[in-house]
């Protein structure tokens, strides 16, 4: 038995969807644990893009199992729509399991997002507005709506009404807009009741049954250490935990049964939303590391912003969540840069931080103390083995490793799964 945790160790869209389609060769289960349809996982097989955003990418191979674990929030029209896109893209779902123990994000949480964020101003958090936090927070108030509870008919309607009621007040005395129709929602979280109804099951049994067979199961997070709800930049966080504590909690599995823990990172630093960034780039550089990278957000289309990789921030997620080995994506991107640098700490009112600061005040007025290291001009694209790299990229994943304080194990150079160079084994 092995069991694998995939998680960003930065703000997200290190590229996690490739390392996990990539290690998923090997597992038996892929399981997502936490977020939702904030998420957008590309994944690239013989040249044929996929974008996922709920569905695990291990949904790509004909034999995985992929599970949609209880920490997920379902926003039950895109998971349908995703069904349907991969089905006539001629991809088998029949091995989707749907835990009958996950939230759902339902319309009034899409809505709600949009409004709260409008509200902030300028004090907006940059949310996908996908309904999200509002959704969590119906969880954690105990007004949520779960699968099992769309599969009794009469126990939905009834939460339903209850819910939307409030709901409704909320949205048309206090907001002035207008509210949801019962009759509506229900008729069309009917249709979507029966379309994912065979999937439906108790997916921490199957997957602690995985693990005691001896199978390999791979935990994929969504999103990144900082924008952990704990342990990321608050209030500029998710309102899940992406972090690996987040893949017990999601999966319904003990940390006893997790073997490796594998953070994804950058060979730079990017981020979507609002919120400080020591190591941001908001000049040339930053520019061509955009349009070099194509630093577009999958789900929202918004650019991201662009920095040097901040190994202080690799630290912070090398500790939240007890890393035993790092994935570095895009190492070839940063091909054709005279100088790479690499923060390995933040000046503060003329003290050296080495530990990433949880006060945003203090984060903002933070300076990146660089290294620099040669670059190389050389496309490295191409290259399957580790020997080949030109020196000047070894010494920087060298380094990396040195400030991180943990090994390298994969390196990833671009976006097919081929382009992925081995250090050591994972599965
Ligand atoms: P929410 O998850 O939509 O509530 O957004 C909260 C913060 O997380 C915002 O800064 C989003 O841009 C960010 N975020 C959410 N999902 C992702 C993701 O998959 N990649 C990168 N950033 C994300």
Redesign the pocket.
């Known amino acids: 038995m092995s069991s694998v945790v995939v998680v960003?160790t930065q703000?997200?869209?290190e590229g996690k969807g490739k390392i996990t389609d990539f290690l998923a060769r090997k597992a038996h289960m892929v399981v997502r644990y936490q977020?939702?349809s904030?998420?957008?996982?590309t994944v690239v097989v013989d040249g044929e893009e996929f974008r996922l955003h709920l569905i695990p990418s291990g949904i790509l191979y004909e034999d995985k199992i992929c599970v949609i674990g209880n920490g997920v929030v379902i926003e039950l029209g895109v998971l349908v729509r995703e069904l349907q896109y991969l089905q006539e893209r001629g991809k088998n779902t029949s091995n989707l399991r749907i835990s009958d123990n996950a939230h759902l994000v339902m319309p009034y949480h899409r809505r709600l997002?949009e409004i709260e964020e409008e509200q902030r101003g300028e004090d907006r958090?940059?949310?996908?507005?996908?309904?999200?936090?509002p959704a969590y927070r119906d969880k954690a108030a105990r007004f949520g709506l779960r699968v099992c509870d769309l599969l009794e008919r009469e126990t939905f309607r009834k939460k339903l009404a209850t819910r939307l009621e409030q709901v409704n007040h909320l949205l048309c005395q206090v907001y002035g807009t207008e509210g949801f129709d019962l009759e509506e929602m229900e008729a069309e979280f009917r249709r979507y009741a029966d379309i994912i109804e065979p999937h439906v099951v108790d997916t921490s049994l199957i997957i602690n049954q995985a693990l005691d067979a001896g199978q390999n199961v791979l935990f994929e997070g969504?999103?990144?250490t900082l924008?952990d709800l704990d342990h990321g930049t608050y209030p500029?966080?998710?309102?899940?935990h992406p972090t690996a504590g987040g893949a017990c909690i999601g999966a319904g599995v003990g940390p006893t049964k997790i073997d490796r823990v594998i953070g994804v990172t950058k060979a730079y630093t990017s981020?979507?939303?609002?919120?400080p960034f020591p190591t941001e780039l908001t000049g040339e550089t930053g520019d061509w590391i955009r349009e070099k990278g194509h630093e577009y957000?999958?789900?929202?289309g918004?650019p991201?912003r662009c920095g040097w990789l901040d190994t202080v921030i690799l630290r912070h997620a090398v500790r939240v969540s007890g890393l035993t080995g790092l994935a570095l994506t895009r190492l070839d991107t940063l091909g054709g840069l005279k100088e790479i640098k690499i923060c390995r700490g933040y000046r503060y009112r003329g003290r050296l931080l080495t530990e990433f600061p949880h006060s945003l005040d203090v984060l903002k007025e933070c300076e990146p103390v660089y290294e620099e290291v040669p670059g190389w001009d050389i496309d490295i694209s191409h290259l399957t083995d580790y020997d080949d790299l030109p020196v000047e990229a070894k010494n920087y994943l060298q380094r990396v490793e040195e400030l991180a304080g943990v090994k390298i194990d994969l390196v990833s150079i671009g976006r097919e799964r081929a382009q992925t160079i081995s250090l050591h084994r994972v599965f």
């Open positions: 960003g703000w997200g869209d977020g939702g904030n998420a957008g996982h997002d958090l940059g949310t996908t507005k996908r309904g999200i936090g969504a999103q990144g924008l500029y966080v998710t309102s899940s981020r979507v939303g609002d919120g957000g999958t789900t929202t918004r991201r």
